[in-house]
Structures are given as C-alpha cells and as structure tokens.
C-alpha cells in the first residue's frame, strides 16, 4: 500500500498494423486499466496506459 506508487500499463501494436493496430493496442491497454480498478479496486488516479511500437522496452518501476 504504497501511495507514491504509480502504473503505466503500455500495450504493444501488431508490428506494420499501422493506425488501426495502435487504436486497437490502445482499447486493450484501456480494459486492463478498467479491469484493474472494477476487479480489485485499484485506484484510477494511479494507472496510465500508452501505447508504444518498440518492442524491446523493458518493465520499469517509477518511484518518486
């Protein structure tokens, strides 16, 4: 229970799938958000989502 901690849920694009890849990586990144906050009542204020189309980004935790 950490309350400086903060998520960024990051979903990745179907390579070459172009503007309709992203939309659709974003709709899945934005259900796992919505997921997280109705299932275990994770506070919104504290997960973001983005997509990005670089494949070899590492997990990063960010700490204030």
Known sequence: DDPALRLRIVAR???????AA???AAQRAAAVRAYLVEEFGVDATR???TVRADV?????????
């Not at 694009?13 to 503007?19: E, T």
């Not at 070899?56 to 204030?64: H, Y």
Request: charged residues 20%; neutral net charge.
């Open 13 to 19: 694009p179907v390579p070459g799938g172009g503007d």
């Open 22 to 24: 992203r939309a659709l």
């Open 47 to 49: 997960l973001t989502t």
């Open 56 to 64: 070899a980004t590492p997990l990063i935790l960010e700490r204030p």
